[in-house]
């Protein structure tokens, strides 16, 4: 098989970098066709190009790379990218474990852009593969590029972003448009709610039966038994110290409080509808705003918490546009609505009586209301727009504040649909991003600090564990030997060096130097020979080669590579010179 | 049997194969005193043993003061500890320059480190790093020095540097800038020498010295003018009591030189910078240094070139220090591109892994110990 046309790559640091881009390089073939000849992406960030072409055969050849995590890195960003214009369509599957017994993480059939976590100490496999039809041209390139996720502290001014995906880390997104910050492992929900001073509330899709309590570290507080049906239980507060739950039941969905201590409220209150998947809760806690429909093309209900009967609506159901995203009843008793229509979405904030008090625009048409959340300091709110159409794959957050509709901050990030980049690939490296559709909240008032503990974990390196690490090799390349450029004939040529050094077991049990030479003057090189340096004690070993031939312009060279203190004193040669 | 003349001896290879095709990889020439059977040798250079992988990489920079040890790593910097743990203190930034780091000791308990064009302090007292914020911080920073109670910065592609406060590099004067006009160009490197200040430049450098003035100490020595710059930032290093370092000017570069006082004293030979000419380019490279057993080594990186080029002001031999890639049938640089000496050990930062290697003259590998087995 002809060797495929080397391919240079020239790296340039990312704003995501955590180490320097690869070096120029030309890649051999590919011998990193299994998972045990996977090929170490190292150091991160990585990138290089291969040539996947097989001769012969229109199916490109399936290739793998590996990493490992270490202490303090939490993500991984992978992306696989075919030449433009190729019909070459690399998939990618992850896996973790042994290369003989690897199981399946998290991505089966990645295309493009991948971010995934990962544990300090795992090591993840890559496997790139073409799927789709043959590809009858020959030269068919695939350009990896790998990069750590860095671990900021996420300021206060920033998001959260849970993800709904199990496996997937909740994302810090920084505020101003720095991009993701911060990724760490957390349950997977849809909903969550937090209160000022940072404690917040999440649903954990994996479990039914438990809400879960976290301080502004995010430390698990408490886990409040919580039974509810496969819907996600909508989350709000009083704005204080007291957070609302409400779940769907078939006899009427439930509304109970949960204190900031985790502890269940005393009272259950029992809406006539079945549904409630939007709740906002007065400042005075006497009304509960929600909404039933799942389409969100129902009005805007209210409850008397105090005497726990129905009230009249807050809004009527709006023809042709569909409430979407929280509701936020603000401390003087208004609510924001956003609503999807078709054209510009917009939010609607209604005063305590159901008056319209402002409608405010989304910034444009290719954007479609997904969540709300409250800024930390509630004279501002989050409107998380879904990009469409030419915004695919990008999403806007937009900060707006609450007294009159001015927008105060715009960010856009890359939108992974479980820990795959939803848009069009338009680069090469693609940046980090934030989940698809999760709960999405303003992270606690002092910022939310790197993830892990101020001291890592010291690396554990057994000696069993350390692979690519190779005994150190040694050369001497010695002067010319020459006699006027006549023959000269060697009878012996004898090492001395220090002897008996071998070690009692293993390699270096029987110290070898390699002898070779050059009969052109250094131009070319013959056969090694092996020669016995001598095992543990044998102090009189003689490293001796011999009827080692004629040539005009000689040079020796030995080699060693065994585990031993090697320590060359000189050699002899017994010669005789010709006369030709 | 005759003895085989010139077997024991240094890298000598010249373009020319034929003229002499000697190579000494991973084995240094030691001259042996008293009457010994030969009067040189050839000694294995050390091992490289993990003594921590911290949580980023490369390893950028290292420095060591009474007992404790610092390094940058990739984006990060951390403390090592002796027991081969370490504890991640906080981002410095990465760009593909070495970061510096430099201390004004018990007087006034700070690092100072630069890193991505940025300074930061790091507090040795209470352990807490902290952004210099200070609006007349010359950014972006080449890199950090101390001399004689200030910090120095060095103004990345200018001929500019500036002093912080005394004792305090969390304040920096906007007037306590210096403009090193004696020379055209850009300074590259700014580095300590017996309290001086040597400013090598592309082409030439000057060397300051404190004078004591209150509006501004430092001014430039007399006569310390040279014609000779350097030909990459962190090209040059400092062992046996000398600067040595990557020469450039314009009558051409690729030359390592020792500085003798004030003169800078040619210490490659024709083979070694025939080897240097053959590399694509010289100005990323990074030189460290250390002693071992007597020997002073000056060591120079260059992330394009087959091997690592080591200088022994000892024997005044070149050695090349590498590891042998079985796949590619080839060379690669050694691992190592800083060095610190601390709790007795040398330790070195990893080219292009978050690995710090003791350098062991009983430990036979040669590191690489980036990658775990799952």
Redesign the interface.
């Known amino acids: 098989m002809p060797a495929p046309t080397p391919k240079v790559v020239h790296g340039a640091p990312g704003r995501w970098a955590l180490g320097p881009r690869a070096t120029p390089r030309v890649f051999e073939p590919p011998t990193n066709l299994t998972p045990a000849t996977a090929r170490a992406l190292s150091p991160l960030p990585y990138s290089e190009v291969c040539n996947v072409h097989l001769e012969g055969s229109d199916i490109p050849l399936t290739v793998w790379y590996r990493v490992t995590a270490f202490a303090g890195q939490f993500g991984i960003g992978f992306q696989g990218s075919p030449d433009l214009g190729s019909s070459y369509n690399p998939t990618v599957a992850i896996f973790k474990g042994h290369p003989e017994s690897l199981t399946s993480h998290l991505i089966t059939a990645g295309v493009g852009a991948l971010q995934i976590p990962v544990t300090p100490g795992e090591t993840y496999f890559f496997q790139v593969a073409h799927v789709g039809p043959g590809i009858a041209v020959g030269g068919v390139f695939l350009t990896i590029s790998t990069r750590l996720h860095v671990n900021l502290t996420v300021p206060n001014t920033g998001l959260l972003i849970g993800n709904d995906a199990a496996g997937f880390p909740l994302t810090g997104l920084d505020g101003t448009g720095a991009g993701a910050l911060q990724t760490r492992p957390f349950p997977a929900g849809e909903t969550a709610c937090m209160l000022p001073s940072g404690m917040s509330l999440w649903e954990d899709g994996s479990d039914l039966e438990h809400l879960y309590l976290y301080d502004a570290t995010l430390t698990l507080l408490a886990s409040p038994a919580w039974s509810r049906d496969s819907d996600a239980p909508a989350i709000s507060s009083n704005g204080a110290d007291t957070f609302y739950v409400a779940d769907s039941r078939s006899l009427g969905a439930q509304i109970r409080t949960v204190s900031d201590a985790g502890v269940m409220g005393p009272t259950t209150w029992t809406v006539p509808e079945h549904n409630v998947y939007a709740l906002s809760i007065s400042p005075d806690e006497t009304i509960a705003y929600y909404r039933t429909a799942a389409l969100g093309d129902g009005p805007l209900q209210r409850y008397n918490l105090t005497t726990s009967t129905p009230m009249s609506d807050l809004a009527a159901a709006i023809p042709g546009a569909r409430a979407a995203g929280e509701l936020l009843t603000l401390g003087d008793g208004t609510t924001l609505v956003g609503y999807r229509v078709t054209g510009t979405d917009y939010v609607t904030h209604y005063a305590a009586d159901g008056s319209t008090l402002q409608t405010i625009a989304m910034p444009g048409a290719d954007m479609q209301i997904n969540r709300l959340t409250l800024a930390l300091n509630a004279a501002s709110f989050w409107v998380w727009l879904w990009g469409t159409g030419p915004n695919s794959g990008i999403d806007t957050f937009v900060q707006i504040r609450v007294s009159d509709g001015v927008t105060l901050e715009t960010v856009t990030s890359p939108q992974y649909a479980s820990g795959v980049f939803t848009g069009p690939i338009t680069s090469l490296d693609v940046p980090f991003g934030h989940p698809l559709s999760c709960p999405f909240v303003p992270p606690p008032p002092p910022g939310l600090p790197p993830y892990g503990p101020p001291t890592l974990e010291p690396p554990h390196i057994p000696p069993e564990t350390e692979t690519d690490q190779r005994y150190i090799r040694r050369l001497r390349r010695a002067p010319h030997v020459n006699h006027e450029h006549a023959r000269v004939f060697f009878r012996t040529f004898e090492l001395d060096l220090e002897r008996g050094q071998g070690l009692a077991r293993g390699q270096g049990s029987d110290p070898i130097v390699m002898l070779r030479l050059s009969r052109d003057g250094g131009q070319t090189w013959g056969e090694e020979m092996r020669l016995h340096a001598g095992a543990l004690g044998a102090y009189t070993q003689r490293v001796i080669a011999r009827r080692l031939g004629q040539a005009r312009d000689t040079v020796f060279e030995v080699t060693v590579s065994d585990p031993i203190a090697w320590s060359l004193v000189g050699a002899w040669l017994d010669l005789e010179g010709g006369t030709s | 049997?005759?003895?085989?003349?010139?077997?024991?001896?240094a890298t000598d290879?010249v373009s020319a194969?034929?003229v002499?095709?000697?190579?000494?990889?991973?084995?240094y020439p030691e001259i042996a005193t008293g009457t010994p059977?030969?009067k040189t040798?050839?000694?294995?250079?050390p091992?490289c043993r993990?003594h921590?992988?911290?949580?980023?990489?490369?390893i950028r920079a290292m420095y060591s003061e009474e007992g404790r040890c610092w390094a940058v790593g990739?984006?990060?910097f951390f403390e090592l500890f002796e027991?081969?743990?370490?504890?991640?203190i906080g981002?410095v930034g990465?760009?593909?320059y070495s970061a510096t780091i430099s201390s004004n000791g018990s007087d006034g308990n700070q690092l100072f480190i630069t890193s991505n064009g940025d300074g930061f302090i790091f507090d040795l007292v209470t352990n807490t790093l902290t952004p210099i914020t200070a609006p007349d911080f010359p950014t972006p920073v080449a890199m950090g020095a101390f001399v004689d109670g200030y910090f120095l910065a060095l103004t990345a592609n200018t001929d500019r540097f500036q002093i912080s406060a005394l004792e305090n590099g969390l304040l920096w004067d906007p007037l306590d800038v210096a403009l090193v006009s004696q020379t055209t160009g850009i300074i590259r490197a700014l580095v300590p020498v017996h309290r001086e200040v040597w400013l090598l430049g592309t082409a030439m450098t000057t060397v300051w010295a404190d004078i004591g003035d209150p509006d501004f100490p430092f001014a430039p020595i007399p006569g310390a003018y040279i014609e000779q710059g350097i030909g990459s930032r962190f090209g040059w290093t400092q062992v046996d009591n000398s600067l040595f370092w990557l020469g450039n000017n314009e009558d051409g570069g690729r030359v390592a030189y020792r500085a003798q006082g004030y003169t800078p004293q040619r210490i490659s030979t024709h083979a070694v910078e025939q080897a240097w000419d053959a590399v694509s380019t010289l100005t990323d490279t990074i030189a460290w240094s250390y002693q071992e057993r007597g020997h002073a080594f000056a060591c120079w990186y260059i992330?394009?070139a087959e091997t690592s080029w080591c200088y022994d002001v000892a024997t005044q031999a070149w050695h090349e220090r590498a590891?042998?890639n079985?796949?590619?049938l080839a060379w690669e640089p050694h691992l190592a591109r800083c060095h610190t000496w601390v709790w007795e050990r040398h330790l070195v930062g990893d080219r292009?892994?978050?690995a710090v290697y003791h350098l062991d003259?009983?430990t036979?590998?040669?590191?690489?110990?980036?990658?775990?087995?799952?």
Do not use: C, H
């Open positions: 049997m005759g003895a085989y003349p010139g077997f024991i001896g290879r194969r034929t002499n095709a000697e190579r000494t990889i991973n084995w059977k030969s040798w050839l000694a294995p250079t091992g993990a921590v992988i911290l949580g980023a990489g490369p990739g984006s990060s027991d081969g743990t370490f504890t991640y981002e990465l760009d593909n992330p394009a590891l042998w079985p796949a590619l292009q892994s978050p003259a009983g036979f590998t040669d590191g690489r110990i980036v990658e775990l087995v799952p």
